[in-house]
């Protein structure tokens, strides 16, 4: 029964978040998840695949160390829901600026060998990407439709530039590698809701 009702509940919850409205540009590689275009030439995301490829980017993840996966983005407004999902899944962080070689230069002192690369936007995050695709690491990356996205292994398709949005596809994602480890039951709250997953925006930003 759980099972009826529960997409119907988080459909709901997150329409409002403007997690299905991309861009005025769509690209072939994101033709398949977008639905039509608004009135105002906005090609919206077909929220039903973004839940299904959330599921799908969750099997994958869970079959990963968590100490094994690398969470990536270059956009500040990034840096709240890579937190909260970070503090959730036990994965790593790598907020601002992916130094370069990372992912391939074994003398540098931050270099990492990760299992795993999530990004939040293909563009914002290309060396990262260039990196692990270069030493044979799979990317789960949040795509919009002006993305290119030749070079991930799983697509996200939604918004990923909007903060309420950003933060509902980190809290969506969070919510359902917990869902299918069995620690958290398909009605269960979340500890944190999609609004601690924000990042906020400080007064001199908002004038």
């Known amino acids: 029964m759980s099972q009826q009702t529960e997409p119907q509940d988080i459909k709901k919850k997150i329409l409002s978040t403007g997690i299905r409205v991309g861009t005025t540009v769509k690209t072939t590689f994101m033709q398949p998840f977008i639905t039509k275009a608004s ?15 959330v599921k799908t980017a969750a099997k994958f993840i869970n079959r990963i160390e968590p100490s094994q996966i690398l969470v990536c983005s270059g956009r500040e407004y990034a ?7 970070c503090e959730i899944t036990g994965a790593r962080k790598m907020l601002s600026r992916f130094m370069p070689g990372t992912l391939t230069n074994p003398s540098l002192p931050y270099y990492t060998e990760p299992k795993l690369v999530i ?12 990196e692990a695709t270069n030493a044979g690491i799979p ?13 991930i292994d799983v697509v996200i398709p939604a918004n990923n530039r909007g903060r309420k949005s950003l933060a509902t596809v980190f809290w969506l994602l969070a919510r359902e590698i917990l869902i299918q480890k069995g620690k958290l039951g398909e009605n269960d709250p979340m500890k944190y809701e999609i609004d601690d997953f924000e ?6 930003e908002l004038e």
Request: charged fraction near 25%; hydrophobic fraction near 35%; aromatic fraction near 4%.
């Open 79 to 85: 840096s709240t829901p890579i937190e909260k999902f």
């Open 39 to 53: 009135p105002e030439g906005l090609y919206m995301i077909d929220l039903d695949q973004t839940l299904a490829r």
């Open 139 to 151: 990317v789960i990356g949040v795509s919009n439709t002006d993305n290119v996205t030749s070079k």
């Open 199 to 204: 990042t906020k925006i400080s007064e001199e």
């Open 119 to 130: 990004i939040s936007d293909p563009q914002v995050d290309s060396q990262a990407i260039i």
